[in-house]
């Protein structure tokens, strides 16, 4: 079965500082997708980022970077010099890598607050 | 270019009432899932669209629940004698896929609450 956790339930930090977003995940498949998406108060889900499990490069994008580590089952998030406009729910998924139905498995979510 | 879009954003209904609830995919957009998210939570599959046919209805809670895609576009999600415990925001995602790009694109969603 497959299973993410993120551990962190809410996370408030002052605007500049940088943050980390931890995302631990199970799988009994060797290959397999690992996504971010953010949900901001508008509710609508936006992806951010998609990494294959035999890719563990990590990846800069802008102020975002992700650090997949297959040793440890993680895939963390980091935002460098947050914004407010940061703020969101930010979520972690898995879906399994084989074609046809690839549902994604979503951890609960991590609520960050960037204050002024 | 337009996104996956969801009517109605929300839906106020009393319990045992049926509702219907309507995905529109991003054109070209073979795959369509649902997914249910519940307060607090992260969004929980329920039911895969390849086409007109649903490849994967796994994950649907019950009878009470079922989806269709006639002509492999528009998607309605139908939930009879609702519960009180099926309120929370439906989410519709349709899923691009072109070489090693393979991403769902989630629509804003429709909150239901049954009273």
């Known amino acids: 079965a497959q299973k993410v956790t993120q551990a962190q339930t809410e996370i408030s930090v002052v605007e500049k500082e940088d943050v980390t977003l931890d995302c631990v995940y199970e799988t009994r498949d060797t290959t397999y997708y690992l996504f971010w998406y953010k949900q901001p108060p508008s509710g609508e889900l936006v992806f951010l980022i998609r990494?294959?499990?035999?890719?563990?490069q990590n990846e800069i994008s802008g102020r975002y970077s992700w650090n997949f580590q297959k040793s440890t089952s993680s895939f963390n998030f980091t935002i460098t010099a947050s914004q407010v406009v940061d703020s969101a729910v930010y979520f972690c998924?898995?879906?399994?890598?084989?074609?046809?139905?690839?549902?994604?498995?979503f951890g609960k979510g991590t609520r960050l607050s960037v204050i002024a | 270019g337009a996104g996956v879009s969801q009517t109605p954003s929300n839906k106020v209904t009393e319990k045992g009432k049926y509702v219907e609830l309507r995905c529109d995919p991003i054109?070209?957009?073979?795959?369509l899932y649902w997914y249910r998210q519940s307060l607090g939570q992260g969004p929980e599959f329920l039911i895969y669209?390849?086409?007109?046919?649903?490849?994967?209805d796994s994950g649907l809670p019950n009878d009470r629940f079922f989806a269709v895609r006639p002509e492999g576009s528009v998607s309605t999600l139908k939930i009879q004698r609702t519960e009180r415990g099926d309120s929370a925001v439906y989410l519709c995602?349709?899923?691009?896929?072109?070489?090693?790009?393979?991403?769902?694109?989630f629509g804003p969603g429709t909150r239901l609450t049954v009273l």
């Open positions: 998924a898995l879906s399994e890598a084989r074609s046809g139905n690839t549902p994604l498995v």
């Open positions: 669209f390849q086409g007109t046919g649903a490849a994967d």
């Open positions: 990494r294959n499990s035999f890719d563990e």
């Open positions: 995602a349709s899923r691009w896929t072109s070489g090693s790009v393979d991403t769902q694109y």
């Open positions: 054109s070209g957009h073979t795959a």
